[in-house]
């Protein structure tokens, strides 16, 4: 009586936080293999250093003030560029998207741009900016302007022209029918975007501050490369990763909130 | 002789009752009418896409609160007239005119798709057929009510990808009839329903055109969905009006009486002329 009483009460306890752990499985069982061959001396310490030795790296940095000083550069340049890229290549997209004659002023100009990859710009950018972070300021805001702009562009166009029609019977006027029916429907294209800006936003981070910087986790991989200091290299990927994962929760959590009428978010 | 008895009064009360609910009714949409319904003129309407003469000439006076049914072959231009006439296209010649002044939120329309906000609840969808009064206080009471004429106050608070195709079809339907409207238009609103669904929003159709008097303009493939609905039928063939039929089987009618389709063998007749496959009707 008592176990069947308590059976579905310890189940419905279980499942969410075993929910929750499965993806942290495998990153944990893959520290746990890695950090056993160091120790054991089946992958050699100048190779690879174990997962305990770039803690302790970690922690040194950390009690330093260099591992905060470098991620904060990072995390700054990443979202402040990000930022910037991303409000142009949405204004782009919203302005091309619902006028014509924006569009035929500026498209052609625009795809013609995109097709440079914005990382051969980076002997010309350490010409104009030098190595500060301006430097991966403008790097990064490029790279993202282009999956926002033209995701923004192609969710404003693909907006379904029944719907617009019917705003327009029931006499939406133009910004009613901007915020009721064209903005929300572009939006599941606009996170596209977003989700693609910010894998480029670190791509394009990691490699203007490993090549061109002063300060930052990439430029604190190289100064420890010139030092052998294998760990604190390790170190830094392993934070860039961390990171990265953390970006794509924040835009998920974003896209859950605002999508939650998309049939693909609703959970019953 | 106990049988003729008991006949006579029972049957005297059956013709009283109902002919004095009718009465009443009859006065009520009279009344209705006079302010709800919109008399509808059309003269000389022509309507060209580029070198395609879509319609060619359409006179047609519809009186106020006549509920009309449009069918005809796909391509005849049945469409394109309701288009015209909920102001939806532009006219190439001729006029249409209303009784009155209308506002925009006098004539309405309702598609064959839902063309629902699917970032919307329910209620928010209704609201939106408010038109210029969406913002006025009593705008979410005025979007309750007409979605509780169509039975679908429950689902207020519900996105529209959790309804089925004929609960969106009758959201559709609300938010139409919020604004109160004079003409209201349908494109084929039933063409993607299944025949149950079709049947009991057949009814919901009957009803709500009966209690609110507005003028009903249905377009529609379905000859018998036309004669069991309408008042009159026009048939269109080649951007004409080749066919006026007054529809003169009282209410509420039968499914599948004889009346009924007596009526449409002869419309589908009229529309399968000169075809070749006249031989099996």
């Given at each position: 009586?008592s176990?069947?009483?308590s059976?579905p ?8 936080r ?5 993806p ?13 061959a ?11 250093p174990?997962?305990?030795?770039v803690?302790?790296?970690g ?16 995390f ?5 560029g990000?930022?910037?890229?991303g409000s ?5 997209g919203?302005a ?7 569009s035929k ?8 741009v995109?097709?440079i ?6 002997p010309?950018?350490?010409?104009w ?5 301006s430097?991966?300021l ?8 282009f ?6 562009l192609?969710g404003i166009?693909?907006?379904?022209p029944?719907?617009?029609e019917?705003g327009r019977?029931y006499?939406m006027?133009?910004g009613e029918?901007f ?5 929300p429907?572009?939006l ?5 975007g977003?989700?693609f800006?910010?894998g ?27 030092f052998m200091?294998?760990d604190v ?7 860039y990763?961390?990171l ?23 959970k019953? | 002789?106990?049988e ?13 009752q109902?002919?004095?609910v ?7 949409r ?12 059309i003269r000389?309407?022509?309507k060209s ?9 359409i ?8 509920s009309?049914a ?6 005849c231009g ?25 506002r925009?939120?006098d004539v309405r329309?309702?598609f064959q798709?839902p063309r629902l ?5 329910v209620l928010?969808?209704v609201?939106?057929?408010?038109g210029?009064?969406?913002t006025s206080?009593?705008?979410q ?6 979605l509780?004429e169509v039975?679908?106050?429950?689902k ?6 959790v309804?089925?195709?004929?609960q ?11 604004s ?6 349908f494109?084929e609103p039933?063409?993607?329903?299944d ?16 209690d609110q008097?507005f003028?009903?303009i249905?377009?529609t493939?379905?000859?018998?969905e036309?004669v069991?609905?309408?008042?009159r039928?026009?048939?269109?063939e080649?951007?004409?009006?080749a066919h006026?039929i007054?529809?003169?089987i009282p209410r509420?009618?039968?499914r599948?009486?004889?009346e ?5 063998g002869?419309?589908?007749?009229n ?7 006249t031989?099996?009707?």
């Amino acid at each position: 009586m008592s176990l069947i009483e308590s059976l579905p009460r310890v189940r419905r306890l279980r499942l969410p936080r075993a929910d929750g752990l499965i993806p942290w499985i495998v990153p944990l069982a893959i520290i746990l293999i890695w950090q056993v061959a160091c120790v054991t001396g089946f992958v050699s310490a100048r190779v690879l250093p174990a997962p305990s030795d770039v803690a302790l790296a970690g922690w040194k940095l950390l009690l330093s003030g260099e591992l905060v000083r470098n991620i904060w550069v990072s995390f700054w340049c990443a979202s402040v560029g990000f930022l910037i890229g991303g409000s142009i290549g949405f204004a782009f997209g919203l302005a091309n998207g619902l006028s014509q004659l924006s569009s035929k002023l500026t498209d052609t100009t625009l795809q013609m741009v995109r097709n440079i990859p914005h990382l051969a710009l980076i002997p010309l950018v350490i010409l104009w900016f030098g190595i500060d972070e301006s430097a991966k300021l403008f790097l990064v805001a490029l790279g993202v302007f282009f999956p926002i702009y033209l995701n923004t562009l192609h969710g404003i166009r693909t907006v379904d022209p029944q719907l617009i029609e019917m705003g327009r019977i029931y006499g939406m006027t133009d910004g009613e029918l901007f915020r009721r029916v064209i903005f929300p429907g572009a939006l599941p294209s606009i996170f596209v975007g977003l989700r693609f800006a910010l894998g480029i936003m670190w791509l394009t981070l990691i490699v203007a501050e490993t090549i061109a910087a002063s300060s930052g986790l990439g430029y604190m991989a190289m100064q420890a490369r010139e030092f052998m200091l294998i760990d604190v290299v390790v170190l830094s990927i392993l934070i860039y990763a961390l990171l990265g994962k953390l970006a794509d929760s924040a835009s998920r959590a974003l896209e859950r909130l605002t999508l939650s009428w998309h049939p693909a978010f609703q959970k019953h | 002789m106990q049988e003729a008895l008991r006949f006579r009064p029972a049957d005297a009360e059956a013709v009283d009752q109902p002919d004095f609910v009718k009465q009443a009714r009859l006065l009520r949409r009279d009344a209705d009418a006079l302010l709800r319904g919109l008399s509808l003129t059309i003269r000389g309407l022509r309507k060209s896409f580029g070198d395609n003469e879509v319609l060619r000439g359409i006179d047609l006076h519809i009186p106020a609160g006549q509920s009309v049914a449009i069918v005809g072959r796909s391509g005849c231009g049945k469409s394109t007239l309701l288009r015209l006439i909920a102001g939806l296209e532009t006219i190439t010649a001729g006029t249409i005119s209303f009784g009155e002044e209308t506002r925009a939120e006098d004539v309405r329309v309702m598609f064959q798709e839902p063309r629902l906000l699917p970032w919307a609840r329910v209620l928010s969808n209704v609201e939106v057929g408010l038109g210029r009064e969406r913002t006025s206080p009593d705008a979410q009471a005025r979007a309750d009510s007409a979605l509780v004429e169509v039975g679908l106050d429950d689902k207020r608070a519900q996105w529209p990808a959790v309804l089925s195709g004929g609960q969106k079809q009758r959201v559709a339907l609300a938010r139409a009839l919020v604004s109160r409207p004079r003409v209201l238009a349908f494109d084929e609103p039933l063409g993607a329903l299944d025949a149950l669904t079709r049947i009991s929003m057949q009814r919901l159709l009957e009803r709500v055109w009966q209690d609110q008097g507005f003028t009903a303009i249905l377009v529609t493939h379905d000859v018998a969905e036309a004669v069991a609905l309408a008042d009159r039928v026009l048939v269109i063939e080649d951007g004409r009006i080749a066919h006026d039929i007054d529809v003169n089987i009282p209410r509420p009618r039968r499914r599948g009486s004889a009346e009924l389709a007596a009526l449409e063998g002869s419309i589908l007749k009229n529309l399968l002329q000169g075809t070749e496959d006249t031989s099996d009707l």
